[in-house]
């Protein structure tokens, strides 16, 4: 992984559930069922493994499943829309009626994606400079790449509302009527034809109109189209309606009294057919071969240059072009405030205030506070927290610690678990000796069981005298810090299968003793040769952690399972999950 | 929508009326030709004692039309002329959350790999279509899983309604895969009902359209399907597609690469071939005019971004037309290698126009729409229509393709069997062989008198019968289809339309919610018959 190494990745346990409903087959069923016996050890190198593994920072947790959970096993509400580039609300009927994008005047650059800005075509003299509104015309231009709007010709008569002025704009300055003002025109233009048998007179009107000057384009026949088949959903509908509603006419008769029979279902006909659409005015599109023979000669003679980039044409709104002239600027994407629930008891996991300039939150509550944090790292270096201040040098200085990892040579690494809660915890851990895959790296943990105390305020061990008393050389709050005397093997201490190696206020370290393995391609690589895929070489040891403590009853959403009383008002909890060390890489 | 509008009930009882009472009431109903003024649709009265307004409710839920390709996914909602996204499947979306790698200095986007290798362009798929029978299903359904979140986390942005589904997917997508994507679906967005629609017929929605030859150039394969009234008839395929024409794109690189002077060490990855295949590939005419001459020997720099500097490849503009040819086309393999799975494009729409019933053929062949990223190649619908044009004039409509032995022996056997009095045949038999096909073949009618009484009674035109000449023209003049297929048998023309595409046709089709046939809830108007079905009760997959 590309991530700086070592780090640690957690399973969340949504995978484990089985929320999969695919039916399974005979094979697969027997296959999981011999499987749940043994409980399989995690692979972080299997092709699900990159959808359930996540940063300790990305995970929530509910406290009434007692659950990590990922952005998978949450539910999202928004709260507020808002644009990024100008913070203002969106209210959510606009939304609905204006789309994703905002309506004012933010608008990024088609070719780099950046800001523009609505500027003045012409430095403005000095009168017009004390203007209160200074005369356009304005331009959109980008600062970073130069492009204006004048690149494809489209000038502003006024500052404001720059999408509006979009709207009735095409490339090259030709002024199109907007969305909505063509779908009236088209429902005009089809009320006008009552029927196909007039279909020569339909062409006049269309000529006549401003949309005609400017080819169409595909929202034009997309709204062609539309009305077209409104029209024939109201064709049948009138067919039977007020107008032929007389009391002479049996059928009224009968409908009448279908009125007042009660319960009877009338069976309903068959439906008369739409027709198929017929002229252009009807969003019926012909193809002429003229089109693309001009396409081919403006490529041939425009070249590379001309033509957009795959990132471009995704960049676009709607209808990404194929030549640079025809890009348009894009309106910025709205953003929203969301609140999370867990997805199977409704809690609320993270709310924030739904105010666009805060960002504060009134419900958050982290896996960070709740799960043992499990870090890792090399024996033989300062922690990592000291390098902080210093320059990247250094540090990329010690990533070639960890990215230089020679097969089968021993390595020792620090293990520490770092207590959030406020009880003290039990700490089991468990790895396979070897890891899954084709490089098999031995990992070791030379302590696998021990306690780590609990998350008390930082100042309680300071003034407890008898722990200073007991530990004479004092340990530190935290094991980043433990800087006083840096714990290395020229301390004089080694490591000791069975016991721990260090231990302080809230944390604990032990250490894993790794033997990474042999790359295939190398001459030593026992088993089937090939070349290394991405990744292989790096070495992620899959741990499991179980945490066992007693904490104050809260009662109700308990599991039974999970959850036995011991003692008055103190429960037995149980955490369990997976994590993933990445330890570093092997060199070839 | 599931209370009924009035104006749906008076057509119900009017119906009903007209079917038990006197005819005279049906005549009422088609005797005003010119429309009377009517309070337009979208203001029906929504109950008969109610009043108007009510309506304004109805779009009270999102409706949201999701189309999912082999290589990219397409949402939004219904109404809008295009979608809001359009995500193509890309290396990140396999990545875990919190590896950042695609922003590291020195990581070239595009995948290196094996060229050769299967996994040539993996990441850049959903699925492939025989994975489901292996394990790979779980990867499956995460990345639809993941993709719809991020689909609704960025794009659409959704409030609290409830959602209403319509799911674009080509009809013969395997049963798994759908399980996976509805799954996506439901889980993901908390869909109320989700509606399949087949991507073919959505086509034919978009463009206005009943029936049609659907040819659809895609990533794996191209489908050629064959549309009447919105039922799907006949669908063949070939493996002539995206992919294959990718694979040309990156061996022409090399090829060229190779040429150039400056002697540049570059593996082309995924992406890089695709975007040179994208901004200026193209494709030739049948007979390319002379005149073109100074464009082919025009000169395309394409840029190499990944190599260690910045260099161009200088690539002659006609050569670029060449991956076309060989993986589209086929004009470079000789006829006996191609097999039934890899035909050539026109091949393939012609086997299957062949293959229709006559009627429908004439319907699909002035008919022809293509959908697929691939058929924007700029100049193909061209190629493709100058190509089957050419081999229909060839080869004409006939299922044999070589009599073989037979061809010296059936003017004898014509003779005897028909029971002439005349030896004078040869005309004869011309004409007969024509007559068959006479709605297709070219330069038929003017012989036809002086022979007619000759004819054998097979061969004889059919007898006149007024009465079912009259019932036809008067279901033909209530239906209202096009002229073309009330009008007098002309010849017709190989003719290609333009669609807005499946998207946009599903995103017509629910905005006006014409209901399918089948679909679940009674009381809509079932104006089309479609093959939907709606998955309003799926017990399987609702929440609780």
């Given at each position: 992984?590309s991530?700086?190494f070592?780090y640690?990745?957690?399973s969340?346990s949504c995978?484990d559930?089985?929320?999969?409903l ?8 027997e296959?999981?069922?011999s499987?749940d ?7 972080p190198?299997?092709?699900r493994a990159?959808?359930?593994?996540y940063p300790l920072e990305h995970?929530?947790?509910c406290?009434?499943?007692h659950q990590?959970r990922?952005s998978?096993?949450t539910t999202?509400?928004v709260l507020?829309w808002?644009c990024?580039?100008?913070?203002f609300?969106?209210?959510?009927s ?6 994703n994008?905002?309506?004012?005047s ?7 994606t950046?800001f523009?800005?609505?500027n ?6 000095e009168a ?6 200074p005369?356009?015309p304005?331009?959109l231009?980008?600062s970073?790449?130069?492009?204006t709007s004048l690149?494809?010709?489209i000038k502003?008569?006024k500052a404001n ?7 009735r704009?095409r490339?090259g300055g030709i002024?199109v009527?907007t969305?909505?003002e063509r779908?009236?025109?088209?429902e ?8 196909h048998?007039?279909e020569?007179?339909v062409?006049?009107?269309l000529e006549?109109t ?7 384009d595909a ?5 062609n189209?539309?009305?077209f088949?409104k029209?024939?959903?109201a ?7 007020p107008?032929e509603?007389n009391?002479?006419?049996?059928s009224?008769i009968?409908r009448l009294?279908?009125?007042?029979s ?6 309903r006909?068959?439906?008369k ?5 017929l002229?252009t005015?009807?969003?019926l599109q012909?193809y002429?071969?003229?089109?693309e023979?001009?396409?081919?000669h403006?490529?041939a003679?425009s070249?590379?240059?001309a033509?957009?980039s795959?990132?471009?044409?995704s960049f676009?709104?709607r ?9 348009r600027p894009?309106?910025t994407?709205?953003?929203t ?5 867990c997805?199977t ?11 666009v ?8 509550v982290?896996a960070l ?8 790292r090399?024996l033989?270096t ?10 990247t040098?250094s540090s990329?200085?010690q990533?070639?610690e960890?990215t230089?990892?020679?097969p ?6 620090l293990l520490t ?11 089991t ?6 890891t899954p ?15 780590v105390?609990a ?5 309680d061990?300071?003034?407890n005298?008898?722990?200073?008393q007991?530990?004479?050389k004092?340990?530190s709050?935290?094991p980043g810090?433990?800087v ?10 080694q490591?000791?299968?069975?016991k721990?190696w260090?231990k302080g206020r ?6 894993v ?5 042999v790359?295939?391609g190398?001459?030593?690589f ?9 990744d292989e070489?790096v070495v ?5 952690v179980k ?7 809260l009662g109700?959403?308990?599991?039974p399972?999970r ?11 149980e955490v369990a999950?997976?994590?993933v060390?990445g330890v570093g890489k092997i060199v070839? | 929508m599931s209370?009924q509008t009035?104006?749906q ?5 009017s119906l009903t ?25 979208s203001?029906s009265v929504s ?7 009510s309506?304004?409710r109805?779009d009270?839920?999102n409706?949201l039309i999701f189309?999912?390709g082999s ?6 909602f219904?109404?809008e002329?295009?979608?809001r ?6 290396p990140?979306?396999w990545?875990?959350v919190g590896?950042y790698?695609q922003?590291?200095l020195?990581?070239?986007?595009g995948?290196?790999g ?8 993996r ?5 492939r279509l025989?994975e489901w029978?292996?394990g790979e299903?779980?990867v499956?359904?995460?990345r ?5 979140r991020e689909c609704?986390?960025?794009y659409?942005?959704?409030?609290g309604?409830?959602k ?6 080509p009809?013969?997508?395997?049963r798994p ?6 799954k996506?679906?439901?889980e993901?967005?908390?869909a109320?009902?989700i ?5 073919p ?8 359209l009943?029936s049609?030859?659907?040819?659809d150039v895609?990533?794996?394969e191209?489908?050629?399907t064959a549309?009447?009234e919105?039922?799907?008839v006949?669908?063949?395929r070939?493996?002539r597609a995206?992919?294959?024409l ?6 022409l ?6 040429k150039s002077?400056q002697?540049?060490?570059h593996q082309?990855g995924f992406?890089e ?13 049948l007979?390319p005019?002379?005149t073109?001459e100074e ?5 395309i720099?394409t ?5 260690e500097t ?5 690539i002659?503009f006609s050569r670029?037309?060449?991956?076309a ?5 086929g004009s470079?393999?000789?006829k006996?290698d191609?097999?039934d799975h ?11 126009l062949?293959?229709?019933?006559i009627?429908?053929?004439r319907?699909?062949?002035?008919r022809i729409?293509f959908t697929g ?6 100049g193909?619908?061209r190629?493709?229509y100058?190509?089957l ?8 409509w ?15 056997l ?7 009095p005349?030896?004078?045949t040869s005309?004869?038999?011309v004409?007969a062989?024509?007559h068959?096909d006479?709605d297709h073949s070219s330069?038929i ?10 004819l054998?009674?097979h061969l004889?035109?059919?007898e006149s ?5 009259k019932?036809?023209?008067l ?6 289809t ?5 009008t007098?048998?002309?010849k017709p ?6 669609t807005l595409?499946?998207w946009?046709g ?7 919610r014409?209901?399918?046939a089948?679909?679940?809830?009674g009381g809509g ?9 709606s998955l309003?009760?799926y017990p399987q997959?609702?929440?609780?």
């Amino acid at each position: 992984m590309s991530q700086q190494f070592p780090y640690t990745y957690y399973s969340c346990s949504c995978v484990d559930t089985p929320t999969s409903l695919l039916p399974l087959s005979r094979k697969s069923v027997e296959a999981r069922s011999s499987s749940d016996e043994e409980e399989t050890t995690f692979d972080p190198r299997s092709s699900r493994a990159n959808f359930s593994l996540y940063p300790l920072e990305h995970l929530l947790y509910c406290t009434e499943c007692h659950q990590m959970r990922c952005s998978r096993c949450t539910t999202e509400e928004v709260l507020c829309w808002y644009c990024p580039s100008c913070l203002f609300e969106v209210p959510s009927s606009t939304v609905r009626s204006e789309g994703n994008r905002c309506t004012r005047s933010c608008y990024n650059c088609p070719i780099c994606t950046s800001f523009l800005t609505v500027n003045l075509l012409d430095a403005p003299t000095e009168a017009q400079r004390d203007a209160e509104q200074p005369p356009g015309p304005f331009i959109l231009s980008c600062s970073y790449c130069n492009w204006t709007s004048l690149d494809i010709g489209i000038k502003f008569d006024k500052a404001n509302n720059i999408t509006g002025q979009l709207q009735r704009v095409r490339n090259g300055g030709i002024i199109v009527p907007t969305p909505k003002e063509r779908e009236n025109q088209a429902e005009r233009l089809l009320r006008k034809q009552p029927n196909h048998e007039e279909e020569e007179e339909v062409k006049s009107p269309l000529e006549e109109t401003p949309a005609a000057q400017a080819p169409p384009d595909a929202d034009d026949f997309f709204s062609n189209l539309n009305s077209f088949y409104k029209s024939q959903l109201a064709d049948t509908e009138t067919s039977a309606g007020p107008a032929e509603f007389n009391v002479h006419s049996p059928s009224s008769i009968q409908r009448l009294l279908n009125l007042y029979s009660t319960g009877k279902k009338t069976k309903r006909g068959k439906p008369k057919p739409m027709r198929e659409s017929l002229t252009t005015a009807e969003g019926l599109q012909e193809y002429s071969s003229s089109s693309e023979e001009e396409l081919i000669h403006r490529l041939a003679t425009s070249g590379w240059e001309a033509t957009t980039s795959p990132s471009q044409r995704s960049f676009q709104e709607r209808h990404p072009p194929r030549f640079t002239s025809d890009l348009r600027p894009t309106a910025t994407l709205l953003r929203t405030k969301r609140s999370k629930r867990c997805k199977t008891c409704r809690t609320l996991l993270s709310r924030p205030e739904p105010k666009v300039n805060t960002t504060r939150y009134k419900i958050k509550v982290l896996a960070l506070n709740n799960i043992p944090k499990v870090s890792i790292r090399s024996l033989n270096t300062t922690p990592q927290s000291l390098l902080t201040d210093l320059v990247t040098i250094s540090s990329s200085m010690q990533q070639k610690e960890y990215t230089t990892l020679h097969p089968l040579m021993p390595y020792q690494f620090l293990l520490t678990l770092t207590n959030p809660l406020f009880d003290p915890i039990k700490v089991t851990l468990a790895t396979p000796t070897t890891t899954p895959g084709r490089v098999q790296t031995r990992v070791t943990i030379l302590c696998p069981q021990f306690d780590v105390g609990a998350n008390t305020d930082v100042w309680d061990d300071a003034l407890n005298s008898t722990s200073s008393q007991n530990n004479p050389k004092r340990k530190s709050a935290a094991p980043g810090l433990s800087v006083a005397s840096p714990p290395d093997n020229s301390d004089g201490k080694q490591a000791e299968a069975g016991k721990i190696w260090d231990k302080g206020r809230n944390w604990t370290s032990v250490i894993v003793e790794v033997v990474p393995g042999v790359l295939p391609g190398t001459p030593a690589f026992v088993g089937e040769g090939g070349e290394v895929r991405e990744d292989e070489g790096v070495v992620e040891c899959p741990v499991f952690v179980k945490v066992e403590y007693e904490s104050e009853g809260l009662g109700a959403g308990e599991t039974p399972e999970r959850v036995r009383m011991v003692g008055e008002g103190k429960e037995k909890r149980e955490v369990a999950f997976w994590c993933v060390l990445g330890v570093g890489k092997i060199v070839g | 929508m599931s209370s009924q509008t009035p104006s749906q009930d008076l057509r119900k009882a009017s119906l009903t009326a007209s079917r038990n009472a006197r005819p005279s009431a049906h005549t009422i109903q088609h005797s005003d030709p010119t429309r009377s003024p009517h309070t337009p649709l979208s203001r029906s009265v929504s109950g008969l004692y109610g009043s108007p307004g009510s309506s304004f409710r109805v779009d009270e839920d999102n409706l949201l039309i999701f189309d999912f390709g082999s290589r990219y996914l397409r949402a939004g909602f219904a109404g809008e002329p295009a979608p809001r996204c359009e995500i193509g499947y890309g290396p990140d979306s396999w990545r875990r959350v919190g590896d950042y790698r695609q922003w590291d200095l020195g990581c070239y986007p595009g995948g290196k790999g094996n060229r050769d290798g299967e996994d040539w362009g993996r990441e850049y798929e959903l699925w492939r279509l025989l994975e489901w029978e292996g394990g790979e299903m779980g990867v499956v359904e995460d990345r639809v899983e993941r993709l719809v979140r991020e689909c609704e986390g960025r794009y659409l942005l959704l409030d609290g309604r409830s959602k209403r589904v319509t799911l674009v997917v080509p009809s013969g997508l395997p049963r798994p895969l759908l399980n996976v994507v509805l799954k996506g679906l439901f889980e993901g967005l908390q869909a109320a009902t989700i509606t399949l629609m087949p991507s073919p017929v959505m086509a034919c929605v978009g463009a206005g359209l009943r029936s049609a030859l659907v040819v659809d150039v895609g990533w794996f394969e191209t489908t050629v399907t064959a549309i009447c009234e919105f039922r799907e008839v006949e669908c063949r395929r070939s493996i002539r597609a995206g992919k294959l024409l990718h694979e040309e794109f990156s061996n022409l690189l090399e090829e060229e690469l190779g040429k150039s002077e400056q002697q540049i060490k570059h593996q082309f990855g995924f992406e890089e071939v695709e975007e040179v295949m994208t901004r200026v590939g193209w494709c030739r005419p049948l007979n390319p005019p002379t005149t073109e001459e100074e464009i082919n020997s025009k000169i395309i720099n394409t840029t190499l971004a990944n190599s260690e500097t910045y260099t161009t490849l200088d690539i002659p503009f006609s050569r670029l037309a060449d991956p076309a040819e060989t993986a589209l086309l086929g004009s470079k393999t000789p006829k006996v290698d191609i097999d039934d799975h890899d035909l050539p494009l026109h091949q393939l729409m012609y086997t299957s126009l062949l293959h229709l019933p006559i009627d429908i053929r004439r319907i699909c062949m002035t008919r022809i729409l293509f959908t697929g990223g691939v058929s924007q190649l700029p100049g193909l619908k061209r190629r493709v229509y100058q190509e089957l044009d050419a081999l229909v004039a060839e080869k004409g409509w006939n299922l044999v393709k070589n009599y073989g032995s037979a061809t010296g022996k059936k003017r004898p056997l014509r003779e005897r069997s028909a029971n002439l009095p005349t030896p004078s045949t040869s005309p004869l038999e011309v004409h007969a062989v024509k007559h068959i096909d006479r709605d297709h073949s070219s330069s038929i009618s003017t012989k036809d008198t002086p022979t007619t009484l000759s004819l054998p009674p097979h061969l004889q035109p059919q007898e006149s019968d007024p009465i079912s000449e009259k019932l036809s023209r008067l279901t033909l003049s209530q239906s209202t289809t096009t002229p073309s297929l009330t009008t007098a048998p002309t010849k017709p023309q190989i003719c290609i339309l333009k669609t807005l595409g499946p998207w946009a046709g599903a995103s017509l089709l629910s905005n006006l919610r014409i209901r399918g046939a089948s679909s679940g809830k009674g009381g809509g108007v079932s104006k089309y018959v479609f093959f939907c079905c709606s998955l309003a009760v799926y017990p399987q997959f609702r929440r609780g």
